[in-house]
């Protein structure tokens, strides 16, 4: 496998990949022609990623009369530029490659939302095609029937004892799976018996945000520390805490810098594409 931290060269909007020869031995005899080959079951998995989620894989084997330098290039659909150029060992005739790609570009920034291709490129300069997937930065956290609570669940509603909502709710059958949004790291977990119930948070990775699914069916069994992906079931949709008299649903909160915001239309946009 090849290891991006070694591999990937930074070919990020605006820049260039130039791969230089060395001075053929005395200067005077002419470069061998790169051979030709063929790229054979090339394949991207998952064709449905997302960041901090399972990583995108690319596979392929090379038909070639000896082995080839090649250069693979994920491109960004909207842009037809690489947002990462990774240049693996030169390919043998019929070895297995694979790439991995956690969704960082060259750049350092987490790839936009978007479709993207894979482009093989030979030293002869041609390319080939390697498959295509889409990217997205986050799940809908339940995996399963829902609805939006409706006005009462919204953000900002205000609440017995002169508080406010500062999460949204949504609606779903006691027992359906709740997944990580966004991947990241388990910063509080446990049972809160006024308010929110069983609950865990997660940080968000490259995000300083904290996502908070509460009044879960049961105790979570992440503790602090603990890493989860984006998708990875976290949980159940419960009634615990001060929803036993309301009935079962998310109470899902998004704080940026430490301080709530509006989930709303992040949520209906995830719920759109997952």
């Given at each position: 496998?090849?290891?991006?931290?070694?591999?990937?060269?930074a070919a990020a909007a605006g820049g260039a990949v130039v791969v230089a020869s060395g001075?053929?031995?005395?200067?005077?005899e002419p470069e061998a022609a790169p051979p030709e080959f063929r790229i054979l079951d090339a394949r991207v998995s998952p064709r449905r990623a997302y960041f901090a989620g399972r990583p995108v894989q690319i596979t392929f084997s090379v038909a070639a009369p000896a082995p080839v330098a090649l250069q693979v290039e994920i491109v960004r659909d909207k842009t037809d530029r690489p947002v990462l150029v990774v240049v693996p060992p030169p390919a043998g005739p019929r070895a297995a490659q694979r790439v991995?790609?956690?969704?960082?570009?060259?750049?350092?920034?987490?790839?936009?939302?978007?479709?993207?291709?894979?482009?093989?490129?030979?030293?002869?300069?041609?390319?080939r095609r390697g498959g295509t997937f889409r990217l997205r930065s986050h799940h809908y956290p339940i995996r399963g029937r829902h609805a939006d609570r409706g006005p009462i669940g919204t953000f900002g509603v205000g609440r017995n004892g002169g508080r406010t909502h500062e999460g949204f709710d949504v609606n779903a059958a006691c027992g359906t799976p709740l997944v990580a949004a966004r991947g990241g790291r388990v910063v509080r977990s446990g049972y809160d018996p006024v308010l929110y119930g069983n609950f865990v948070i997660v940080r968000g990775d490259r995000t300083r945000r904290d996502y908070w699914y509460t009044h879960m069916k049961n105790t979570t069994r992440l503790r602090v520390g603990d890493r989860v992906r984006t998708g990875q079931r976290i949980g159940s949709v419960g009634a615990t805490g001060n929803a036993r008299t309301i009935g079962c649903h998310l109470h899902f909160e998004i704080h940026s810098r430490g301080r709530p915001i509006d989930p709303a239309p992040e949520l209906h946009a995830w719920d759109r594409w997952s």
């Open positions: 496998m090849v290891a991006l931290a070694a591999l990937a060269v001075p053929a031995s005395g200067g005077t991995e790609w956690d969704g960082v570009t060259g750049a350092g920034e987490v790839a936009p939302n978007g479709s993207y291709r894979i482009r093989i490129r030979g030293a002869d300069g041609r390319v």
